[in-house]
Structures are given as C-alpha cells and as structure tokens.
Nanobody, 128 residues
Framework: QVQLVESGGGLVQAGGSLRLSCAAS????????MGWFRQAPGKERDFVAA????????YYADSVKGRFTIARDNAKNTVYLQMNGLKPEDTAVYYC?????????????????????WGQGTQVTVSS
C-alpha cells in the first residue's frame, strides 16, 4: 500500500505561481510512475502531467505545457508540480497518483484508471 498526501494548494491571483507537493509513505515512490490530475466542480478528472520512474520524458497535457513542471525526488519520496502563469481555468482540486504498471507510450498515463493509488487532493483556486 502507498499513502499519498498532497499539499501546497491555495488561493492565488491569475499569473501567479504555486508548487504542489505529494509525499508518499508505505512504499518507495521510485517504484512508480507518478501523475498529477485535476478535477473542477461538475467535470471529469483530467490528466495534468506524468513522470516516469527515472524522471525521463515528463509528459504534459496541452493545456499546461510550458507553464507547469513535474519533478520527483525519490530520496525524499516526493513528487512536485510547479505551476506558473496560473489562469482561472486552472482552478480545481489537484490529485497526485501512483502507477505501478509499465506502459511503453504516454497515452495510458493520461487515464485515471491506470493509476493504483491516489491522494486526497488539494484545492487550487485562481482568481481573475
């Protein structure tokens, strides 16, 4: 079992920045591909970013590419999401997730069903 706890959310003005953290316990995060998702009220949970075991080739949703950066520190058992240039449409609950399976392509990592463990989420609100 892996327990994931997100932190770092909050209220920020448009154009501002936040850094989300996802701390893991129970197992080493180095065994998982990690992803960030978000869910706005009344909408489905959407893929934001993913990073492989060795932190090779991070993958981003088009809506956040160039603004968000995913990173991992396996020594600290933590994954981060640096969010710059925030927009009101980025407002959502952000979740981190761990995927134990290996996929050769990026598309499977955009699907919530591929992930085995989830955090409880952290609210990000961007005001205009």
């Amino acid at each position: 079992q892996v327990q994931l706890v997100e932190s770092g959310g909050g209220l920020v003005q448009a154009g501002g920045s936040l850094r989300l953290s996802c701390a893991a316990s129970g197992r080493a995060l180095s065994a998982f591909t990690m992803g960030w998702f978000r869910q706005a009220p009344g909408k489905e949970r959407d893929f934001v970013a993913a990073i492989s075991l060795g932190a090779y080739s991070p993958y981003y949703a088009d809506s956040v590419k160039g603004r968000f950066t995913i990173a991992r520190d396996n020594a600290k058992n933590t994954v981060y999401l640096q969010m710059n240039g925030l927009k009101p449409e980025d407002t959502a609950v952000y979740y981190c997730a761990a995927c134990s399976a290996y996929y050769s392509g990026s598309y499977p990592l955009t699907l919530p069903a591929r992930y085995d463990y989830w955090g409880q989420g952290t609210q990000v609100t961007v005001s205009s």
